[in-house]
């Protein structure tokens, strides 16, 4: 496979480039890599490699899309640099106006569903004593209600628009006279701004006329030396009392109070919603019936208030492209630093503007859109918080979405909807997956994962494939990961590829296939142990060497020069996670079964359970977590020991603890495993000096291995050996 990418990108041709042969990260360190920096929108995070079912979050696999339909908004919506007013109709139908009077009509309307702000009577006081007020404020607050409302409180009947492209010199010039207007999304240009002397030229217009002036715009240091106060919007639960009560029938019940109290709209409300999301929300609400409607319905209803919020930002032409390169870089890097998100931004931004500029791209000035006006135009926020590195935990202002369903909708809108875009984002995409930050790789394996969940081919001509037959180990491990998560995002196709690669000439690509297991093997533990048993029957004789050397102790790790010398590690590796994770018994019981299949697997069943009766609770100390099973396990009745080569009927299946002592007899008879057995008991007899339950579990192990004569000589040398040092050592029955 090849990556289907423009060749013309910059550095694209190099950012598949294959690096020299490295060491792959360990497969128990990667997972918990992953589960560190995986985004909270993949379903049980947590829980991600236990079990369970695939669930991507975020309502993109597996449920219904909702679109908003119906209803209009009373407000106006401001994106990118430039001010753009979307006419989307008034709250009861009719029609705003960019210029000329304002309908009576619509003030009624008005009137009946405003809510004043915290700040609204400040605004009252500054008005009437100016005459003229500056009105500041974000778009999506309802600045432009409040300014009518303002108006109509200082007694304002007949109230006009004043085109907003107009020169501070040229304010009221030639307006028709009224006793109100409003100069609304206003834009000071920077070679002129609003001076104090045109501030107080319209004060002398307006008194001669008897009239007021309320100018809405964006906050910025110009404005704030003339009279003017910072819009705050009122509490939204207010908001959408006041606009359902308006428009729901009293007949209907529940009131709209108890509407209020709903899950769904609980949700909605707490997520800082926009005046035009709230009002567009309430005509949904307003209409709902608990014998008709369900409450999934108004919760799907948000996510298509994100679905346009989407469309709009990527479908207009006026938006910045740097500004659409931080809203996909913040998609990837959701709830991660501010300063990460703008890093790549950037990055991205240059591939964008080759495929727009061909040739000589513009360069990126290094100070654009402050941080407020970023953070309002993405609909998110910053947080000040703790991040835990390498070095310890640091603060660090984090950026996220304030509805978390922006993330998922928007990768997958610029993915599908644009595909002109793909080459830039396969390629930074590539560019990041190599990064040396574990942050940067998880998030560019779960976009990649959401990817491949609504576009599988392509994902997989472009990113999935190259990574996994890539020379550097780093990219296999990017594909390991981004398959994992993809099946968890609803890639059903997974399984299938999984068994295709497991299968692949390449051996690098075979080494992706297992590490993926290693990942997904709770959730497909039957396709992952044929997996594991089909690898152990290609080792070579050399390579099965390999398995029993890595358990001796001060074993060297295999030459450089050796020809694929990781795959015997990659596949001891997800075999022990697989047998350390939720399906460990029938994992179990696959390794007793191997011990009287061929060589290979009897000495990969063997290198695993050794290999996995090291791990402990924690990385240092602790109980050993097999010894801890084996103690859990239920003691099977007294003589029935279970024969390494004899297996109980499927209706009789054998205990767990007999399995575990089965295997434990056959290391420690075996010629090649002995010693390495040996080891391990040697090193949970030194651990147990200082913990009394661990001596006790050992000496019920050590009774249960004691079969023969010949055991208990070889346990009873072990134990004399070790005693000296640590007194606590368990005492065989009858040493």
Not at 98 to 109: K, T
Not at 308 to 313: K, L, T
Not at 408 to 413: A, D, I, Q, S, V
């Amino acid at each position: 496979m090849t990556a289907t990418a423009d060749p013309e990108a910059p550095d694209q041709e190099n950012d598949l480039q294959e690096a020299p042969p490295e060491e792959p990260q360990n497969a128990y360190e990667a997972v918990q890599e992953l589960l560190e920096h995986v985004p909270d929108s993949f379903a049980g995070r947590n829980y991600l490699f236990a079990g369970g079912s695939p669930e991507f979050g975020g309502n993109l696999v597996g449920g219904d899309e909702h679109v908003v339909s119906g209803g209009q908004v009373h407000g106006d919506v401001v994106t990118g640099h430039k001010t753009t007013v979307y006419q989307l109709g008034s709250a009861f139908g009719s029609p705003l106006h960019a210029s000329g009077e304002v309908p009576a009509e619509e003030l009624d309307a008005l009137g009946k569903i405003f809510r004043e702000g915290p700040n609204f009577h400040e605004a009252v006081h500054v008005l009437d004593e100016q005459r003229v007020l500056i009105l500041t404020g974000r778009a999506d607050t309802g600045r432009r209600s409040a300014a009518l409302m303002l108006l109509r409180r200082m007694g304002a009947r007949r109230i006009r628009n004043l085109d907003p492209d107009v020169s501070p010199a040229a304010m009221l010039v030639g307006a028709e006279p009224a006793e109100g207007y409003l100069l609304a999304d206003y834009t000071t240009p920077r070679t002129r701004p609003l001076r104090r002397s045109d501030f107080d030229r319209l004060r002398e217009v307006l008194a001669a006329r008897d009239a007021y002036l309320v100018i809405t715009t964006l906050p910025s240091d110009t404005i704030r030396e003339l009279p003017s106060v910072d819009w705050r919007p009122p509490d939204p639960r207010d908001v959408l009392f006041k606009h359902v009560g308006v428009r729901r029938s009293p007949a209907l019940a529940p009131a709209a109070d108890e509407l209020l109290a709903l899950d769904p709209v609980r949700v909605f409300l707490a997520q800082n919603r926009p005046m035009r999301e709230l009002v567009e929300f309430s005509v949904a609400l307003a209409t709902y019936s608990p014998g008709t409607d369900e409450p999934s319905d108004l919760a799907g209803f948000g996510h298509g208030i994100v679905q346009e919020q989407v469309g709009r930002w990527f479908g207009n032409d006026e938006l910045d492209l740097r500004e659409k390169a931080f809203l996909i870089s913040l998609a990837v890097f959701d709830h991660a630093p501010y300063t990460l998100a703008v890093e790549c931004a950037d990055q991205l931004f240059r591939r964008l503007e080759t495929i727009r500029t061909a040739g000589q791209p513009d360069g990126i000035p290094p100070f654009g859109s402050s941080v407020g006006e970023r953070m309002a135009l993405a609909r998110a926020e910053l947080t000040e918080e703790t991040e835990q590195t390498p070095w310890g935990p640091v603060p660090q202002r984090m950026a996220s979405f304030l509805d978390p369903r922006t993330s998922p909708t928007l990768l997958r809108e610029v993915w599908t909807s644009h595909p002109s875009a793909r080459p830039a984002i396969t390629g930074w995409l590539n560019a990041l997956a190599t990064d040396s930050r574990a942050l940067v790789r998880t998030r560019v394996a779960s976009a990649t994962a959401l990817l491949a969940s609504v576009d599988l081919s392509a994902t997989m001509s472009g990113l999935l494939g190259p990574w996994s037959g890539a020379k550097d180990f780093r990219l296999c491990l990017q594909a390991a990961n981004s398959l994992a998560l993809a099946y968890h995002a609803g890639a059903t196709a997974v399984p299938r590829i999984l068994r295709s690669w497991a299968g692949d000439d390449n051996a690098r690509r075979r080494w992706t296939a297992i590490r993926c297991y290693a990942l997904l093997g709770p959730l497909l533990p039957a396709q992952a142990l044929e997996a594991f048993a089909l690898a152990a029957e290609r080792l070579s004789a050399g390579e099965l060497d390999q398995l029993a050397t890595r358990l001796q102790l001060g074993a060297r790790p295999p030459a450089p020069g050796q020809a694929d010398r990781f795959q015997v590690l990659g596949l001891l590796e997800a075999a022990e996670l697989l047998l350390l994770s939720a399906e460990a018994e029938q994992a179990l019981r696959a390794l007793v079964r191997w011990l009287s299949g061929p060589a290979a697997l009897r000495q990969l069943a063997l290198a695993v359970f050794l290999t996995a009766a090291q791990r402990t609770e924690d990385t240092a100390v602790g109980q050993p977590l097999l010894l801890d099973w084996y103690a859990r396990s239920p003691r099977p009745e007294p003589g029935s020991v279970v024969s390494v080569t004899v297996l109980a009927a499927p209706e009789e299946p054998v205990p767990v603890r007999s399995l575990l002592v089965a295997l434990w007899r056959t290391a420690l008879e075996d010629r090649v495993y002995r010693d390495a057995a040996l080891g391990v008991l040697r090193g949970w007899l030194i651990g147990a000096a200082d913990q009394p339950g661990t001596t006790a579990r050992l000496t019920e192990l050590f009774d249960d291995l004691a079969v023969t004569e010949r055991d208990r000589q070889r346990l009873d040398h072990l134990v004399r050996t070790v005693r000296a040092g640590s007194p606590a050592t368990p005492v065989l029955p009858g040493a």
